[in-house]
T-cell receptor, first 112, second 114 residues
Framework: RKEVEQDPGPFNVPEGATVAFNCTYSNSASQSFFWYRQDCRKEPKLLMSVYSSGNEDGRFTAQLNRASQYISLLIRDSKLSDSATYLCVVNRRGGYGNKLVFGAGTILRVKS | GAVVSQHPSRVICKSGTSVKIECRSLDFQATTMFWYRQFPKQSLMLMATSNEGSKATYEQGVEKDKFLINHASLTLSTLTVTSAHPEDSSFYIC??????????FGPGTRLTVL
């Protein structure tokens, strides 16, 4: 079983739609949580951190449930430019300090 | 602006040759840099942690003699893929960590071994 699991998609949605991604992680020692965005053949870029209290950044809302080891990302009013792969990432203590563990990503395609 | 640069962005080489990839921290001095590898449709996998002035620490299953890492200064780490083979073809990405929760990635190097 992968340490961070995501539905690979793709999610094909029209502009203006609301879409939600889910992620689960298996290591209870995970300390912090993030969503990254990766465009085709590019490096990942931090979208937002995820907190237990839930946090919002414009059209994006992230939520963490530590008890269920579950992370979510909600995108409202989808734009064409939101098309990308969304990576669920956890930061946990490894053998030599903290390390980021990446999910394989969920593909989002927003169409006009 | 960019925090991390990588060179080259793309390399195509013959099987058996060695390829060196450079990673530079542009904005701050990084005692630690990270090297990842990403195969198509798969997640980024941490290969090794590069420590300035000391040996790199490698993740389980990563051959240290094949992937040579040198972190000679606070702004430069290099990854050398020795005797590259087609199965080493991948997207190699480095990153630097400025704060515990702030990590920046380089633009990546796409390696194709023929």
């Amino acid at each position: 079983r992968k340490e961070v699991e995501q539905d690979p998609g793709p999610f094909n949605v029209p502009e203006g739609a609301t879409v939600a991604f889910n992620c689960t992680y298996s290591n209870s020692a995970s300390q912090s949580f993030f969503w990254y965005r990766q465009d085709c053949r590019k490096e990942p870029k931090l979208l937002m951190s995820v907190y237990s209290s839930g946090n919002e950044d414009g059209r994006f809302t992230a939520q963490l449930n530590r008890a269920s080891q579950y992370i979510s990302l909600l995108i409202r009013d989808s734009k064409l430019s939101d098309s990308a792969t969304y990576l669920c990432v956890v930061n946990r203590r490894g053998g030599y300090g903290n390390k980021l563990v990446f999910g394989a990503g969920t593909i989002l395609r927003v169409k006009s | 602006g960019a925090v991390v640069s990588q060179h080259p962005s793309r390399v195509i080489c013959k099987s058996g040759t060695s390829v060196k990839i450079e990673c530079r921290s542009l904005d701050f001095q990084a005692t630690t840099m990270f090297w990842y590898r990403q195969f198509p449709k798969q997640s980024l996998m941490l290969m090794a942690t590069s420590n300035e002035g000391s040996k790199a620490t490698y993740e389980q299953g990563v051959e240290k003699d094949k992937f040579l890492i040198n972190h000679a200064s606070l702004t430069l780490s290099t990854l050398t893929v020795t005797s590259a083979h087609p199965e080493d073809s991948s997207f190699y990405i480095c990153s630097v960590r400025r704060h515990p929760n702030e990590q920046f990635f380089g633009p990546g190097t796409r390696l194709t071994v023929l």
